[in-house]
């Protein structure tokens, strides 16, 4: 009955008339897909069905109409009213008779999602009336019509079109242009006039290495281009693609789409579990870019430069290059830990498909894709490959949160070799810790305790020797030590020894006594003396007790050691032990520890007395160089410091060590998504829609095979995705607009012709990013206005068919690079560990991104998203973004800053300071009209910095600064 209860509440409200939903964005198609569809299939599709017949309380989710419908009288969700929603009363458990499962809680990340999903308005694409049925095996499912599926454009391979003719000859400067302009003319627009030079240099230069150019740098363009300006602008392509900061730049365009993070969480940043070594992937990715790494190698190294590394002789880098896959984002916590190893594996799917091929193959996790034909079946078949492969060497606790693998930058050889060193001084200082390793003589006085000196080992509390050389009882802690006495106490690790050393061949007679100093806790004291390798006595002290032991006519060899050990006990914190040893020989010499230690550590030690740490037979002098032992372990110690390597993340081969999974293995479907409800197994491969051939009998996890079909010039859309990609970053938006979803809720290609010939030009090429700059960057309508007239205005309102450039808003890293050019203050250092305050002047793609961090100057200023996988930033113009540029204190810092940079002569005369600083931060120089606000707002001294602050910070605020025409 209470599976029903969910229906049967709803009728307590009135029914509500739905008007007809806003069609989904892509951002909440993605969410809807990857959150909501596969919990109501696992965990609501086996009571309210229609396909599965059974629709408890007249409640069917199969269906957006069906939650709308609601139960027996109405709705079940209020789309946008989370807190009205039977929905989530029931999920969240806050009604016992209404809690839905009935049986079992939802996991909290479930709930959430469905929260989240109501108040973005419960978006929701089902249409139809198909139900969310559980995956079928593969022999069972209908298959796609693969042959009518490749019909489509992205899906066939790309064609070697023709370059059209066009009318208008003198504006095109190459094919590139040729294409677009036969576009335009088709439709009656008309491409807008050229840039001016400063305009033209300022945008070349922020689009290929993310900085302004100097004033120099444009006034050398300038007098260029008036002779030559095709000649002008090819130079200053190649100047600015040879700069170290390039890869900088388009670097941070790719880990926008590989959800790129320094760190995974605020409260552990730092920590063993977060991704410590992260920042070496990102700097692999700007050397990448910087050296023009041909794309193919590109993809072949992220997915399997661990297999190519070790096949093609040792490259650290090729192995750093698979961190793309350890800095993921699957929900690292969960205590189901079989249910982190599917989300692993669906993250690295999802992160394969979406970036390589513009496919989101991981909607197809748990059910087919309800949209392109990908099937449950291709998903699985990819899992296999990275089932094979990990980057978790284990799992934790499950109280705990995963720590992700640590992988040493050395080739399997020197790995080995390291193992080997670590082995034998292990052994070394096994041997050495066997023998007894004297104390420096050097004393130290113990804190509230009057004439009470200590003697300890390598700085440390314990082991240690304490003396009281005062004439009265001394009590401090819990310890009490008559009047000069001598206590040891052993170490945490070791034992600590009182040695004798005879000085000849003698006799002597030994006393010794030994008191639990420390009688207020523990659990008594065990001890032992010995002369050489012959025990003379050892036995047990009771907590708080004492005892005596005598030795008559011992004999001693010059040099050999008599020895008094306290051994090291389970409770050794309480082992202090006053020891009384006193050696008397047959002429009536003595030697009396506490007499000696009384007097000075020195005359002690003068007397023949060491104390030391450890126990055996061998006295061992750290400061003995000749010692073979010593030797051996500085040896082994200089060659590991030798070979010791920076770490770090990325994926290596077989599954994860300790599961089901270890070594290498095909995938089974999981039903609904769910590793407890398994169907066909299959084999590993690629989307049958996408290739005929599937490798033979892949080796080791197969993953060397997948990047060789993704990288294969064969495959359909790799080339035309990264063409696309680098297409959208100089010309303001993809000629598909969905960089990262080519398929059927992508938007159609506007050119897809010109992305054809570009993917053949990009492989013709050798698959150079570089040269794909230089052919875009070249061309007539990358160098157009982006100020249009108003008739291309009312025909192009979108520029759909780039008949203007796109004005384009600084991102957060060229905002606040600039921001500490303008201040004079900007470090270029390339590469490094990133930093985390915002005050630090490195570049801003070195600035700690933690991903749960929500509230950074990144994410106010439209960053990445590190969460998710990110095909164009958002684009916001907001007030807190305004109050920012206007308040933080850095932004005030650096306005002082360039206020200060303003040349002597310039400030005595108001006109040249503000030519200089629109020179400085706009490129160009002032209008009159802007030249005479500029002046009356300076006012007062004008040689004083202060007089100048407030009209830098104001130029700062602009939109002319804050914008790239």
Known sequence: MKTSRLALAVSLFAPIVWGAPPAPTAEQMEFFETNIR?????????????????????????????????????????????????????????????????????????????????????????????????????????????AEARKQWAFRPP????????????????????????????????PSPAASPEVLLRRLTYDLIGLPPSSQEIQAF????????????????ERLLRSPHYGEKWGRHWLDVVRYADSLDARGQGKEGDILDAW????????????????????????????LAARDGWDANKVVATGMYAIGNWGNGDSDKLKVHTDIVDDQIDVTTRAFMGLTLACARCHDHKFDPLSTADYYAMAGFFFSSHILDKFAHPTAGEKIMRIPLLSPQQQGRRVELQQRLAVVDAELNQGLLP???????????????????????????????????????????????????PGPKSAVTLAWRAPEDLTVNLHATLTDADAHCGDGIEWVARIGERDLSRGTLANGATAK?????????????????????????????????????????????????????????????????????????????????????????????????????????????????????????????????????????????????????????????????????????????????????????????????????????????????????????????????????????????SIPDEEVLRLDPDNAFFTRQHRMKLSAEELRDTLLLAGGNLDRTVGGISVKELQIPRRTLYLTAVRSDRSSFRMLFDGADPNTVVEARNDSVVAPQALWLLNHPFALEQAAKLAQRLPAEAKQTPAQGVTWLYRELFSRSPSPAELQLAVQLIGGDQTAPASWETLCHALMCSNEFLFVD
């Not at 109501?118 to 995956?135: I, N």
């Not at 300038?222 to 392509?237: D, F, H, L, S, Y």
């Not at 023009?292 to 297999?307: S, T």
């Open 38 to 146: 596969p919990a109501l299939q696992e965990h609501c599709a086996d009571c309210h069905s229609g396909t599965a017949g059974k629709v408890k309380g007249g409640l069917d989710l199969d269906t957006r109409s069906g939650w709308e419908k609601g139960g027996e009288t109405g709705p079940a969700i209020v789309p946008g009213d989370p807190e009205s929603s039977l929905l989530i009363t029931a999920v969240r458990r806050m009604d016992k008779d209404l809690a839905m499962p009935p049986k079992k809680e939802l996991p909290r990340s479930v709930v959430e999602h469905f929260i989240t999903w109501v108040k973005m308005g419960a978006p929701d694409p089902r249409v139809a009336t198909t139900a969310s049925a559980p995956a079928a095996p593969a022999s069972e499912r209908p298959a796609f019509d693969l």
């Open 159 to 190: 064609e070697r079109s023709t370059v059209p003719a066009v009318k208008l000859t003198a504006w095109p400067q190459n094919e590139v242009d040729r294409f677009l302009l036969a576009a335009m003319e088709g439709r009656g627009l008309a």
């Open 222 to 237: 300038v007098e260029q281009a008036k002779i030559n300006r095709p000649q002008a602008v090819t130079g200053a392509v």
């Open 280 to 307: 070496r992937y990102r700097d692999w990715v700007v050397q990448s870019f910087n050296n023009d790494l041909p794309y193919d190698e590109f993809i072949r190294q992220q997915v399997a430069g661990d297999i």
């Open 439 to 489: 104390f420096d003589s050097q004393e130290a006085p113990v804190k509230g305790a009057v004439d009470v000196v200590s003697l300890n080992r390598k700085g440390a509390s314990n082991p240690s020797l304490l003396v009281n050389r005062s004439g009265r009882e001394a009590r401090f802690s819990t310890i009490t030590l008559p009047p000069g006495a001598v206590s040891v106490h």
């Open 549 to 785: 032991f005598e030795a008559t006519e011992v004999s001693l060899t010059k040099g050999s050691l008599l020895a008094l050990t306290i051994l090291r006990g389970r409770e050794y914190t309480c082992d202090t032990t006053a020891v009384n040893l006193r050696l008397t020989s047959k002429d009536g010499r003595t030697w009396d520890l506490s007499r000696d230690f009384a007097t000075s550590s020195t005359i002690a030690t003068g007397q023949g007395w060491l104390v030391c740490e450890g126990e055996g037979t061998q006295l061992v002098s750290e400061r003995a160089s000749d010692s073979p032992l010593v030797k051996e372990q500085q040896a082994l110690q200089a060659e590991l410091a030798a070979t010791d390597t920076a770490m770090c993340h990325g994926l290596r081969e077989g599954g994860i060590p300790g599961t089901k999974y270890e070594g290498f293995h095909d995938a089974q479907i999981h039903v609904r998504g769910s590793y407890a409800r398994l169907a066909a197994l299959q084999r590993r491969g690629f989307p049958a829609l996408l290739s005929n051939a599937q490798p033979s009998a892949p080796q080791g996890s197969g993953r060397l095979d997948l990047a060789r079909w993704i990288a294969s010039p064969d495959h359909p859309l790799t080339a035309r995705v990264m063409v696309n990609r680098i297409w959208q970053h100089h010309l303001g938006r993809g000629i598909v607009a969905t960089a990262n979803n080519f398929g059927k809720l992508g938007t159609p290609p506007t050119h897809p012709e010109l992305l054809d010939w570009l993917a053949h030009r990009f492989m013709d090429s050798g698959w150079s990013i570089k040269a794909m700059h230089r052919l875009i960057c070249t061309s007539a309508a990358y160098q157009q206005t």
